[in-house]
Structure formats: structure tokens, C-alpha cells
């Protein structure tokens, strides 16, 4: 069995092979062949949630049980941390177990970057950020990997968060201008672009249909009934929201609170997977587009599938006996 670090996981492979095992995740959507029962969730201590999420192939199997604890900053780590266990799909014997901390940032991002890149112009070289922790600047990075970016403008409730996401961001792409914003609203200015990726309980960007209109809006971190980021004006702008699973209607406040309230109606709800290679002619002028992500345990099995045989390729990983 191997154990796989974090280390070690940013060593074997980069980010754009795992956008690469995020486009046949989508595609496997439609073509099948994989078998993914309901993820479990179970809140702890107040706001506090655990997640278990396993998903099946012929070949392999994989689990992660990843936790969000939103005050991880007071204690000096990050909000969501994981671990993963792949198993041989024949036989059940456990073949690695990893960091699922990374290998869910990498894959979110890079299923945050693959809706950006399908509803949002080719030449769209600026993007607003709000939520400062380790999924955001993935976020950036995937992005940047698809998209010709020079601008990211960004905000947090933490000072701190802003300034470590800065520091980190302008080591890894220093060609990148990093404007520090004020506020949510300050973001969305001569953005085309903008990523929410926070554990907020209500819209973190202001409702003004003047301020959200011709952008591209990629909801991460609401991935709770209670939940919101975006405003209600993003879906009274929007003709159509994609998702990266029919199960996010009931498990985001994001899709169950407009729809509810008749903001958003359900057949305007599409799979990104249905475009994944044939993205859709912009918007009209003014119009915008929506990409609300959940997260699936497909995507953990495909990013743990590819990690584990680069393991193998370049002798990477502990070795351990069980």
C-alpha cells in the first residue's frame, strides 16, 4: 500500500493533468460506468460537517472522508481537510491512501476552472475572488492554466487570509497583477470572471443587477441546504445555471433557496457535462452565466486513479505493508 503526501502529490503531477482527469470525469457523466452512491453528511459541533464520499469503477475504488470546520483559521489550519483510500475494484485490498486535503483542491479547482472555461469568453483575462483560502487560490491556479489571465482582485473577511493568498498567488504566478479589494463589491469591478469560494450562510456579493451583469459566476463553497454566495439577482439575470451534479438542487441553499422562492426554475438547470466539449454562444449583452459546483466523489476517484499510477510510474509514495 502506498501512502501518498501532500508533497509528494504536487511532485508526480501538476494541474493540468488534473484538468485533463476532470474533462473525462464530466464526460464519463454521460457515457456512464462508474457507480456513485449519495455522499453522507453529518454536522458536528455546530458548524462543523463531515463528509464521507465513496464511488465505484470496474477497476478502482475510492473514498474520502473530508472534514469543513469553518474556524479552522483560529487554530491555524485550513477550513477543509481530507483523506483518501484507493482500493483494487476486483479484489477490495486497499492500494493507497493520500492527502485528500490536496487532491481536493487540485480536483476543485480544476472543476471550477473547466465551468469557467465553457461559459466564459476565450480572451477573458480577469477574474474576482471572494474567499482567500486554499480552495481560492486553486481556483486561480487552475484558471490561470485555461484562461490568458493578467488581472485577479480578490477579498476575504481575514486580513490575514488576503495577505497569505497574495504571497502564495505571487510566488506560484508572478506575472499575475493581484489587486487587494475593500470589499465583495469592489470585485466584481472590470471583472469578467468572479469565484465565490467561501462557508458563508448568505449571498457574500451584493444584490445589484448593474454590478453582476455580462460576467461569468463560479459558486464553489456553498455546498450546504443553508448555504448561499451568490445574490438573488444572479439568477434573475441568468437564463440558464449549470451544475456539476443533479444532486446540487437539493444540496445547496445556492439552487434550493431560489427555487423555492420561484427565482430559478428547475428545467433552466442544466449538467456542465452536456457542454463540457461543445460549450454554449455567449449570452446576450448584459446576461450572465452560472457554474455551481457540489463536488462528487467521481472527481476524488479519478484525480486518486491518476495520482496513484504516477505513484507507481516515478516510484513515488511510502511504501508500508498492512
Known sequence: MKIINAQTVQEIVNIKDIISAMKEAFRMQKQGGYDMPPRVALDYRENNTLLLMPCFKNDYFATKLITIFPDNASHGEAVTLAAIVLNDGATGKPLAFMDGSIVTALRTGSV?????????????????????????????????????????????????????????????????????????????????????????QKPVLPDEPQLLKDKTFIGIGAFKPDMRELPDSVFALATEVFVDTEHAVAESGELADPLQRGLL???????????????????EKGGIRVFKSVGISLFDLQAAELIYKQALAVGGGLDIEL
Open 112 to 200: 471550477g476552472a473547466c465551468g469557467a472555461a465553457a461559459l466564459s469568453a476565450g480572451e477573458a483575462d480577469s477574474v474576482g475572488l471572494v474567499g482567500c483560502g486554499r480552495q481560492g487560490l486553486f481556483q486561480i491556479l487552475a484558471l490561470s492554466e485555461l484562461r490568458p489571465l493578467k488581472t485577479v482582485r480578490f477579498f476575504d473577511q481575514s486580513e490575514q487570509a488576503m495577505e497569505k493568498f497574495a504571497e502564495k498567488l505571487s510566488a506560484l504566478k508572478p506575472g499575475l497583477q493581484l489587486v487587494a479589494c475593500q470589499s465583495s463589491a469592489d470585485v466584481l469591478e472590470n471583472t469578467q470572471i468572479v469565484i465565490c469560494t467561501t462557508t458563508s
Open 265 to 283: 426554475k428547475k428545467e433552466n438547470i442544466r449538467l456542465l457535462a452536456e457542454i463540457i466539449d461543445n460549450p454554449p454562444l455567449p449570452p
